[in-house]
């Protein structure tokens, strides 16, 4: 442990106590063991009394300075002294969000302390933000990123960011922003949430431009974040894809809105092209989409998406949500308006163990709020594969074989199951306390609907067809194990079934009527 005071600190000093502190953080980590001779976040640790200012000059253009450290990058814990805090800030006062950055040269954790910073880039390395760190003197200013501003910062092939205490505005998984976009290959990304931390918006890749070849594992075990992106987020007129692999993990905490395919913003919306893999097995997660907002998913990609143990969900979509209050897109992107939040793609939606979900639909939900856009009355489309199994838990709404949709004139298309788009609903355990629909809500399914019940309790009814929605082709329900405590209809409850209607009983139990 060596002590830091850049007021009354002297580099002569050992730096072994308060009153024996060194000056500069150089000095300090100057007497610390380096990583390639077994120095550690938990074998290298700096006190900081009072105050400490760092030069802003020392981070140098775009982070090719030497940083904090100076000539001796060493991994260390940061915190403050127990009687006097620690606090650090930097030499002038903040004018904008770019002025201050911070680049990690090595490993750090920083605990019990104030930190004052704008920007913080992992280059690659581990940055963990631990217990009782206050970023309040900042808020809502703080973002971290786990490589660098426009390039990877480092040899390193793992980037591995935690935060347990404190709030930052975003967390992107591997650089803040790069035109030309950058490929990932061979570089990884970790993100954990817990503790108390609150996070506005945390990005599986970038906030401005393509992301390629990514491997991002996201888990937030606790705190709370607001959005969650499984891919990009959209911001000027360069074309931000994202493709690669994303596997996302909530074990408890909260979660407001989690879009797997990422979020539009300013003039541009971002398209997902690879795996998704989503499982809550904890905390709650009010919205999750597995499409995007008015990001989309591209066809061949591969998702699961499962809630599983004791996870909450309020309401699951296998596609998204269709717009983004922040977008305005450039007259490029016009076309692709009614793309937005689709999902072409495989998804398998389960629910298992003694999970809780509000309502499960096989397409998306639809914006109905005002836009310059016609595209929006009909997108947030499934035009792929989506399964949907029920194996356990507790649905304490409805199961759909559709979308949400919008409920008013010129909206017939939002939210619509394409025709040939196949959904295939299965309850083979846990209680539906609702209805279980083979189509959707008011979304159309222009194909075919399908529901198989082979276990499990569904308390209210079942039926092949929709809600308020049409079916344009034939539907399919199987009975061979399960129990309906309502009705079982091969048709739908307000829509039409334009083609056949089939229902086979083959074995369980309908406590009221069968309809044909």
């Known amino acids: 442990t060596v002590y830091v005071d850049q007021t009354n600190g002297d580099d002569g000093n050992d730096g072994a106590s308060t009153d024996t502190a060194v000056k500069p953080l150089e000095a300090a980590a100057g007497k610390l063991t380096p990583k390639a001779e077994g120095g550690s976040v938990e074998t290298n640790r700096i006190v900081i009394v009072g105050k400490y200012e760092r030069l802003r000059s020392a981070e140098g253009d775009s982070g090719n300075g030497k940083g904090i450290f100076g000539d001796h990058p060493v991994p260390a814990t940061l915190t403050g002294d127990d ?84 709030r930052y505005v975003r967390i992107n998984g591997y650089i803040r922003s790069q035109s030309a976009g950058i490929n ?133 979509f296998a596609a998204g949500k269709g717009w983004e209050t922040t977008l305005n897109p450039s007259q490029s992107e016009w076309e692709v308006v009614e793309k937005f939040g689709s999902f072409s793609g495989n998804e398998t939606i389960t629910v298992s163990g003694n999970a809780v979900v509000a309502n499960i639909y096989a397409s998306g939900e639809g914006y109905s709020g005002s ?89 209210g009814k079942v039926f092949g067809g929709g809600k308020v929605s049409d079916v344009e082709g034939s539907t399919s329900v199987t009975l061979s194990g399960a129990t309906v405590q309502g009705n079982l209809y091969g048709g739908g409850e307000e829509g039409t079934v334009k083609g056949s209607t089939t229902v086979n009983v083959q074995n369980g139990t309908v406590n009221s009527s069968v309809y044909g």
Request: charged fraction near 20%.
């Open 371 to 459: 836009t310059k856009y016609e595209g929006t009355k009909a997108n947030a489309y499934l035009d792929g594969n989506v399964t949907i199994n029920m194996e356990g838990g507790t649905v304490t709404g409805n199961v759909y074989g559709g979308g949400k949709g919008i409920a008013a004139e010129g909206y017939e298309q939002c939210a619509r199951v394409t025709k040939d788009s196949k959904v295939e609903v299965n309850i083979a355990g846990g209680i539906v306390k609702g209805n279980v629909y083979g189509g959707g809500d008011v979304a159309d399914v222009l194909g075919s609907a399908s529901v198989a019940l082979s276990g499990g309790t569904v308390q």
């Open 83 to 166: 009687s006097a805090g620690g606090i650090l800030t930097h030499d002038e006062e903040t004018t904008s969000a770019n002025d201050y950055p911070l680049y990690l040269h090595d490993d750090i954790l920083f605990e019990s302390i104030e930190l004052q910073c704008n920007h913080i880039y992992a280059n690659g390395f581990n940055l963990t933000i631990g217990e009782s760190v206050n970023t309040k003197p900042t808020s809502p200013k703080l973002y971290l990123y786990g490589y660098g501003n426009s390039t990877f910062g480092s040899d390193s092939a793992s980037a591995n960011i935690t935060v347990k205490s404190g």
């Open 184 to 316: 990932c290959s061979g570089r990884s990304s970790f993100v954990t949430v817990e503790g108390s931390a609150a996070v506005d918006l945390l990005v599986a890749g970038s906030a401005n431009g393509a992301i390629e070849n990514a491997n991002v594992d996201i888990n937030v075990k606790g705190g709370k974040v607001e959005t969650l992106l499984g891919g990009n987020q959209g911001f000027n007129d360069v074309y931000p894809p994202y493709s690669g692999s994303t596997k996302i993990r909530v074990e408890g905490g909260e979660v407001d809105n989690l879009y797997c395919a990422g979020s539009g913003r300013n003039t541009s919306a971002p398209t997902f092209s690879g795996k998704l893999d989503v499982n809550v097995s904890g905390g709650k997660v009010k919205r999750l989409y597995g499409s995007g907002s008015a990001a989309y998913v591209l066809a061949g990609s591969e998702a699961k998406v499962s809630v599983t143990d004791h996870g909450e969900v309020t309401d699951l």
